[in-house]
């Protein structure tokens, strides 16, 4: 039996899975690991270990990338009716895939940070412009100036003209 609980599971199975790479491998581990080395099992399981590794990190990368043009997609598509499982078909992956990732990389499921992203330049159209209330309905493609109200007023509190009203004078913080 090897010294480490990742030794024993790598000779058992012969291969490293991220579980064990994430739950397992600290930087104590490593270097026991290193010293173990000198045996052909030891050069085997720290090859899977390197190689596992590098392969988990590039894939990070990857779905990292991944959430951030979906981020650029949903703000070029603030003015549209895009929805996140648009987004998703756009990145060629599912739908449930895209929500678990982008909600674990940034805290928040798609669907509200595209209502965040709305309301946040919705909030600057009405500050920043003299456009009324229904012009800037049309503009960020809602069917009529009642539903712009209604969605605007659930998530602030206010409708549009009194939040309008409430921040003439003052700066929008971003």
Do not use: C, H
């Not at 590794?53 to 990857?62: F, I």
């Not at 412009?129 to 206010?158: C, H, M, W």
């Amino acid at each position: 039996m090897g010294a480490l609980p990742i030794v024993d599971s790598v000779l058992k199975n012969d291969r490293v899975d991220e579980e064990t790479i994430v739950l397992s491998v600290n930087k104590n581990d490593i270097y026991k690991l290193l010293s173990q080395a000198y045996t052909l099992d030891g050069y085997r399981i720290w090859g899977l270990i390197l190689q596992k590794d590098k392969k988990y990190k590039q894939e990070q990368n990857s779905i990292e990338f991944q959430i951030n043009q979906a981020k650029i997609l949903m703000q070029e598509s603030v003015y549209g009716n895009q929805t996140p499982e648009d987004v998703a078909k756009s990145l060629n992956i599912s739908y449930s895939r895209f929500r678990s990732l982008f909600k674990k990389i940034t805290g928040t499921s798609p669907g509200k940070y595209i209502n965040e992203l709305k309301i946040k330049e919705l909030k600057y159209a009405l500050i920043s412009s003299n456009e009324s209330v229904k012009e800037i309905s049309y503009k960020f493609n809602f069917a009529n100036p009642d539903y712009l109200t209604l969605y605007f007023k659930q998530r602030t509190g206010l409708t549009p003209t009194e939040y309008r009203k409430n921040n003439t004078n003052q700066k929008l913080i971003l």
